[in-house]
């Protein structure tokens, strides 16, 4: 306030502080602001105290539930399942399941109308911000985010991130190690062979060939010679249709029988 305001031709009035450079500035003030900052730093612990005990009981920290749950009426700390939306979870896991990759799957969903979760919060009354510009857009993003959540086999997951400092307010994402996730805790949308399974797809990049084709054994299968990851192809001509899988280092390093 004395130096960079003065230089920026700022000025600073602060009516219950009594505080007004134009006038100039009290020897006090700088006590004062350091007075505040103590308090809102006091303040801010003590919240984080209170969210961090809720955390360790196994309550969810969220806001609001993710798509396909809704807050309980008679307990807002419980999750039941909003069916409507479940069945789009549902069928979004079983399109990954199918091979297709949150891209994919984001332009079969607009394809077929079928309202995001904004939209859909919207058409039920939930205040979520203002209704998308394009209608039915899904997001690969929207998709992946969906695919990624273990809240979806019945678990409660606590402190996924957390903001930076009082005066910061980034987000800041935590690593899987310091989550706390409490199992069986609501309703499972999606079993948990199913959800792991969509995990370790979701490890290998899955492209479709020129064909449009995805397998879903794709990243799952390797060479029983080297080890090597086995890649998916396919070719369709007027001849014959054809699919099967090579290892990826043939190409690069072809076997000794192939070079004679």
């Not at 985010?145 to 005066?167: A, H, M, P």
Request: charged share 30%; glycine share 6%; hydrophobic share 30%.
């Amino acid at each position: 306030m004395e130096e960079e305001f003065d230089r920026m031709g700022i000025r600073y009035i602060a009516i219950m502080d009594n505080i007004d450079t134009k006038n100039g500035i009290s020897d006090l003030v700088p006590m004062q602001d350091l007075f505040n900052e103590w308090h809102a730093k006091n303040t801010s612990d003590k919240v984080r105290r209170v969210f961090q005990s809720k955390g360790k009981s196994g309550k969810p920290l969220t806001t609001n539930p993710p798509f396909g749950y809704m807050k309980n009426s008679d307990n807002k700390d419980e999750w039941i399942i909003d069916e409507p939306a479940a069945k789009i979870v549902r069928r979004i896991f079983k399109m990954c399941v199918s091979g297709l990759g949150p891209s994919q799957i984001a332009k079969q969903l607009k394809a077929d109308k079928v309202m995001t979760p904004t939209e859909y919060w919207i058409s039920i009354g939930r205040n979520c911000g203002k209704p998308p510009s394009v209608p039915y857009h899904w997001c690969p993003a929207t998709v992946a985010d969906i695919l990624g959540k273990q809240e979806y086999c019945g678990d409660t997951v606590n402190f996924r991130s957390q903001r930076k400092s009082f005066k910061n307010k980034k987000k800041v994402e935590l690593p899987p190690e310091q989550w706390l996730v409490f199992e069986n805790t609501h309703p499972a949308i999606i079993d948990r062979e199913t959800f792991e399974l969509v995990r370790e797809l979701r490890k290998n990049k899955r492209k479709p060939t020129r064909t449009g084709i995805v397998s879903m054994f794709s990243g799952l299968v390797y060479c029983a010679d080297c080890g090597e990851k086995l890649y998916y192809s396919a070719t369709n001509n007027y001849k014959e249709n054809q699919a099967y899988f090579f290892c990826s280092s043939y190409r690069i390093q072809p076997t000794t029988l192939e070079k004679k």
